[in-house]
C-alpha cells in the first residue's frame, strides 16, 4: 500500500494529499470527496479502502485520521448539481473542492502540498496531480481519503433519513437496494433523488 508514496519521498516529495469520493452510485444525496494529507510513517493500523472495513471501524479510523493528518478538505456535489453536469462531472467538482479545501487547511499550518494522487479521476488544480487507477487499495493517503468521504457522507445519510423517513436512507445509504426501490417507486422521488438515476422508475421491477 505504501509504494507509490514511498517512491515520491524517495524524489523528494513531502506533503504528499490522497483524494477519493463516496456516493457516486447512490441514488439520492450528495456525492463527497475527501482530500488528506497525512504522514505514511504514522501509519494507523488496519487503514484500508472504506469499502473493506465495517461501519464501526469506519467511525473509529475516521477521528484517527483527523487528528494525525497534517490537513483534510471536504467537498460536495448535491442531488441538484448530479442532475445539471451528471455524476462524472459532480464527483470531479466535489473532488476539486476537496482539494482547494485541503489546501486552505494546510497553508493555515503553513504547508504547502506537493503533489496531489487522485482515485482514477484527473483534476486539474495548481498542484502536480497524479490519477491513480485503485487508488484506495495502492494508496494509503487515498485510502484514508475513502474512510474519510465515506464516514462524512455516512452521517449526511443519517440526518437525511430523519428528514425523510419513508426511504430508510439511514440503513441503505441511498443505494439502490430492493428497499429503496420499493419505497421510490410507492411514493415517488423525495427532494434529495437524483431524477437523472430514477428517470425509469415506472418501469422498474419492484
Not at 508514496?5 to 470527496?33: F, H, M, Q, S, T
Not at 491513480?132 to 481519503?145: E, N, P, R, W
Not at 468521504?149 to 445509504?173: M, Q, S, T
Amino acid at each position: 500500500m505504501f509504494e507509490i508514496e514511498r517512491d515520491l519521498l524517495d524524489k523528494g516529495y513531502k506533503y504528499i494529499v490522497g483524494v477519493d469520493e463516496a456516493g457516486r452510485g447512490a441514488l439520492c444525496g450528495d456525492v463527497v470527496a475527501a482530500a488528506v494529507c497525512i504522514d505514511i510513517e504514522d501509519y494507523i493500523e488496519g487503514v484500508k479502502d472504506s469499502k473493506k472495513i465495517s461501519e464501526k471501524k469506519r467511525e473509529l479510523f475516521y477521528d484517527e485520521i483527523a487528528e494525525k493528518a497534517f490537513g483534510y478538505g471536504i467537498g460536495r456535489s448535491d442531488s441538484k448539481r448530479v442532475d445539471e453536469i451528471n455524476i462524472k462531472n459532480a464527483t470531479k467538482e466535489a473532488m476539486f473542492d476537496a482539494i482547494e479545501n485541503c489546501k486552505k487547511n494546510l497553508i493555515e499550518k503553513g504547508i504547502s502540498p506537493d503533489i496531489v494522487l487522485v482515485d482514477a479521476e484527473e483534476i486539474k488544480n495548481d498542484t502536480e496531480t497524479v490519477s491513480v487507477i485503485k487508488g484506495d487499495q495502492l494508496c494509503y493517503t487515498i485510502s484514508c481519503a475513502s474512510i474519510m468521504a465515506k464516514v462524512f457522507r455516512d452521517r449526511l445519510c443519517i440526518k437525511w433519513h430523519e428528514e425523510y423517513p419513508a426511504y430508510n436512507i439511514g440503513k441503505h445509504k441511498g443505494y439502490g437496494t430492493k428497499e429503496h426501490r420499493g419505497a421510490i417507486y410507492e411514493l415517488g422521488p423525495s427532494p434529495i433523488h437524483r431524477k437523472t438515476f430514477i428517470k425509469n422508475v415506472a418501469n422498474w421491477k419492484i
